[in-house]
């Protein structure tokens, strides 16, 4: 039982998290900054722009996210968190998220 005020965990209200950590394996929404490897984009998209069609399209993916980021943030829950309020992720879900994507 959560106490009151207490964050959900409710796996379903979270971003995937990169199933391999090194960096040269992760690639970060060019729109959200959300950090996933390559394979997850492709089988489940991006968490919180679902407007846009990566799944199951490979050149979707690499059009619409990069290996080029610089910095990384977890959110564990956005609404206590400052940081994401700072950065202005608090309304994504939360996730692994880049601090800067350059574009390629």
């Given amino acids: 039982m959560l106490a009151e005020g207490a964050p959900s965990t409710n ?5 995937a998290a990169p199933m391999d950590t090194s960096s ?16 997850q984009f492709f089988e489940s998209g991006c968490d919180n722009c679902v407007s846009v069609p990566m799944l199951n399209d490979r050149a979707a993916v690499s059009e ?7 910095g990384l943030i977890s959110i564990h829950d956005q ?23 350059d574009r390629e």
């Fill in 64 to 70: 619409h996210t990069s290996q080029q980021y610089s």
């Fill in 24 to 39: 040269r394996n992760t690639r970060a929404c060019i729109r959200c900054g959300l950090v996933k490897t390559f394979d």
């Fill in 79 to 101: 609404n206590y968190s400052w940081a994401a309020k700072w950065l202005r992720k608090s309304k994504l879900k939360p996730g692994c998220y880049a601090l800067q994507v």
């Fill in 11 to 15: 796996a379903e209200n979270f971003a």
